[in-house]
């Protein structure tokens, strides 16, 4: 099993500004993987994030809104770009090696 | 079409009754099913996974039939701890998860 935090837990944030969120994973994985969730609805794949080379995204994100970075086997980070309202969500970082995920607690953001 | 259709609900049950979640999937090479729980302001956790024999698990079964690309779960003698939101889950590649909406459940005493 992985266990995964996420920082910050929440936040509020003004529109225009970006939001940097961060995900560590208590043991080495070669993929880690950004969902969206918003009120109401299933995750969302953002994108996947390898060790060592660009994120693959899904259809409807892109890097210039959602930019990832992946240092090393148990980190990574996503950034909310020039948020609007329609970006609050929750984002949760998730991890696996095999058939299962492990999820982060989720990042409750909040774009007034 | 969505990639993973579930009645959103909700159900309402009584302590002790049998219930029982279906969900469809569209992409006939999926290659894995799963269902996860999620707790309010929670994040999603492995219930179980689903496999093509079926699968019992306590109180929990899953059923998977490819032919009508449909995936079961069933809770015996429901408690009021089984009260969450239960998304059926299925993989049709490396990466590609595909969640449901979810299927809220409460349990009521």
């Known amino acids: 099993s992985a266990v995964i935090s996420q920082k910050p837990s929440r936040d509020i944030c003004q529109r225009g500004t970006s939001l940097t969120i961060q995900c560590q994973v208590d043991?080495?994985?070669?993929?880690m993987f950004w969902y969206r969730q918003q009120p109401g609805q299933s995750l969302t794949l953002i994108a996947t994030a390898n060790q060592g080379s660009e994120a693959t995204y899904e259809s409807g994100f892109v890097i210039d809104k959602f930019p990832i970075s992946r240092p090393n086997l148990t980190f990574s980070t996503l950034t909310v770009s020039n948020m609007s309202p329609e970006d609050s969500s929750i984002y949760l970082c998730?991890?696996?090696?095999?058939?299962?995920?492990?999820f982060g607690p989720g990042t409750r953001l909040t774009v007034t | 079409r969505k990639e993973v259709e579930q009645d959103p609900g909700p159900f309402n049950v009584p302590e002790g009754a049998t219930v029982a979640f279906n969900c469809t999937y569209s992409n006939s090479a999926s290659q894995s099913f799963f269902w996860y729980r999620q707790d309010c302001r929670k994040e999603p956790k492995l219930l179980m996974s689903?496999?093509?024999s079926g699968n019992e698990d306590g109180r929990f079964t899953a059923q998977l039939n490819r032919a009508s690309q449909y995936i079961s779960l069933l809770i015996r003698d429901s408690k009021l701890s089984d009260s969450a939101t239960y998304l059926c889950?299925?993989?049709?590649?490396?990466?590609?998860?595909?969640f449901g909406t979810g299927t809220r459940l409460t349990v009521i005493p």
């Open positions: 689903v496999y093509s």
């Open positions: 889950v299925v993989r049709a590649g490396a990466n590609n998860l595909f």
């Open positions: 998730s991890a696996g090696e095999g058939p299962e995920q492990y």
């Open positions: 043991s080495q994985v070669t993929m």
